[in-house]
């Protein structure tokens, strides 16, 4: 009989070592009240307690967790207010700051911030000094529910029983302004740059996972806690350091056998769209290039989101990824469409110096690429000669409307591509061409007068184009449904893409990638969004694949005025309209579902 009960005891001790082990995190609510259940027996087992275990059992074993993370987290506090910060690094000095705010959150009843992978905490805490190495604190951060924080404690029970959990929760300060905390801090994961400073596929694929759930699960002012500036200007500089030695127009080698191409048009800061298509396109690979022409931000309220995964893949594959410039990679768009207020509502204090990162990384991208020797793609469109960007002063008086002559390859090289804002005249007005120009039915180049931006150019600058550079296709983007509606003469983009010239040498798409859009503001057009499929041998035979909006958070946009109203030669401060209250959740959105086109 002993040795029976020896049998029971031993399997009970397993039991709750297996228990103490576990991570609950990815657990349901009753998941996790039948884990705290069974360990309580088995606890009661190898203790030797007869009595039964109650739900009163349960929520005191909760409640003494919870306890016990608290006294760890005052002692984490008091080490790290001893310790010297001289000669730690800067990586090491984000963890210790990062490490004592989450602890102060804990300690102060204000969990605003918290993280779910305890071994990732007690690391850090290895670090600290060799006192830290052997103090109790390391191993109290690893109790049985380690990921059990505080302001998850009310979601691990069931609806009858949450009383009892607001009496374990009754803290000196209130019960009101706890739930308020928890209402406001769902979310308990952020990002972390890789201590050795190279980026790998899993780092890109937590870094998607985490972002994605944090737009879900955060508040925007939330934001800099899951993706610090530290973490921000590590990748845009890793990012930086890529791009700045790529060409104005980059040549993209992808003559494998089984090698495609994926071309995008403008997101927008739609990231939940981003990632739909990332997933059901196939993620970046050593057979399947990404090309994105441009328009990353503004508008939508994820330009963040979505540009920081995009370099994070341009970095890992610097030769499968290519990200190109478009017209809202400014200072002066995303003044005025909602990037910058995207970066002072999640930024705060710190968005100045993250916004000014941002404008330097869009300075460094490039402007054009060639597919294959077959396919260029751009954001804009075409450009005129660079002997036709004289200044006015260096033409004669006399001659007020010159001739403007078609630019080439040779011309596009010698762009000076880093200045932040597009010029309205001199040289350098190619860049303005490149990412304002838009095609027209009517031959010929001429300026844009509505504008004052770019070009309009006609079908036969697209052949002669395609003509001059033995190329077969154009793919170009900047123009959505808004800016096809009430024309007759091109596609109204609805599904994403259109075909605008269609000549003896090849053929002029525009590609939007953006369904819903605008997803803010008085008129919405339920558009499509749409990618392209280049496959070898001949990648000038392009398949489109539309796709409708993905599930997303509803929420408050961030754009200043509608850009039908824009006069870009004229800013004017006053018409700035006042904005609401930043980003709330409000509802979510159909599911997508796809068609396939030729």
Request: proline share 5%.
């Amino acid at each position: 009989m002993e040795h029976h009960k020896e049998i029971i005891k031993s399997g009970c001790h397993k039991i709750l070592q297996g228990i103490n082990s576990m991570s609950l995190v990815n657990l349901d609510d009753q998941q996790v009240h039948s884990l705290v259940m069974m360990r309580e027996i088995a606890r009661g087992v190898v203790d030797g307690r007869d009595r039964k275990v109650t739900k009163n059992g349960v929520i005191t074993a909760l409640h003494y967790s919870i306890e016990k993370m608290v006294c760890a987290s005052r002692d984490i506090i008091h080490m790290l207010s001893r310790m010297s910060y001289e000669g730690l690094d800067d990586q090491r000095m984000h963890l210790v700051l990062r490490m004592k705010e989450i602890a102060h959150g804990i300690v102060d009843k204000q969990p605003r911030v918290a993280i779910t992978r305890s071994e990732i905490l007690a690391d850090q805490v290895c670090f600290v000094d060799e006192e830290a190495r052997d103090s109790p604190v390391v191993d109290s951060i690893k109790i049985s529910n380690g990921d059990i924080l505080i302001d998850e404690a009310q979601s691990m029970m069931h609806e009858d029983e949450m009383l009892d959990v607001d009496q374990v929760l009754r803290f000196e300060n209130g019960i009101d302004e706890v739930e308020e905390s928890l209402m406001s801090s769902g979310f308990q994961q952020f990002l972390l740059w890789p201590s050795d400073d190279y980026i790998t596929i899993e780092w890109v694929q937590d870094m998607m996972f985490i972002l994605e759930k944090a737009s879900q699960k955060t508040l925007p002012t939330e934001f800099c806690h899951v993706v610090q500036t530290f973490v921000v200007f590590k990748l845009i500089d890793a990012a930086c350091n890529v791009l700045c030695k790529e060409p104005n127009c980059v040549e993209i080698n992808c003559l494998g056998e089984d090698s495609k191409v994926i071309v995008v048009g403008d997101i927008h800061g739609q990231f939940h769209d981003l990632m739909f298509l990332l997933k059901h396109a196939g993620m970046p690979s050593e057979n399947q290039f990404y090309i994105f022409n441009g328009n990353y931000v503004d508008e939508g309220a994820w330009g963040i989101e979505v540009f920081l995964v995009l370099l994070a893949w341009k970095v890992l594959m610097p030769h499968r990824v290519y990200l190109l410039r478009g017209n809202h990679e400014s200072r002066y768009c995303t003044a005025q469409y909602g990037f910058k207020k995207e970066v002072q509502t999640k930024y705060g204090n710190q968005s100045e110096d993250v916004y000014n990162k941002f404008l330097e990384c869009f300075k460094e991208l490039p402007l054009a690429s060639v597919i294959a020797n077959r396919v260029y793609t751009t954001h804009g469109g075409l450009f005129r000669s660079i002997h036709a960007a004289a200044s006015p002063s260096e033409k004669p008086k006399w001659k007020m409307t010159p001739r403007m002559d078609l630019g080439s390859l040779v011309d596009l090289s010698q762009v000076k591509r880093t200045c932040i804002d597009s010029p309205h005249e001199g040289p350098n007005i190619l860049l303005s061409d490149i990412l304002w120009s838009k095609p027209s039915n009517r031959d010929g180049l001429r300026v844009n007068a509505g504008r004052k931006l770019g070009l309009w150019c006609g079908p036969d600058c697209t052949e002669a184009f395609l003509k001059q550079h033995n190329l077969k296709l154009i793919i170009r983007s900047h123009e959505g449904p808004d800016a096809r509606a009430g024309r007759d003469d091109f596609g109204d983009m609805l599904n994403g893409y259109s075909i605008d010239h269609d000549g003896e040498s090849g053929k002029l798409y525009t590609l939007f990638s953006a369904p819903d859009y605008p997803q803010f503001g008085g008129k919405t057009y339920n558009n499509e969004g749409a990618y392209a499929i280049l496959k070898s041998p001949d990648f000038a035979t392009p398949s489109f694949q539309s796709f409708k909006s993905a599930e997303r958070p509803m929420v408050y946009p961030y754009i200043d005025f509608d850009a039908d109203d824009m006069d870009s030669s004229k800013l004017d401060s006053s018409q700035i309209r006042p904005q609401p209250p930043p980003f709330l959740l409000l509802k979510m959105r159909r599911d997508p579902n796809l068609t396939l086109s030729h």
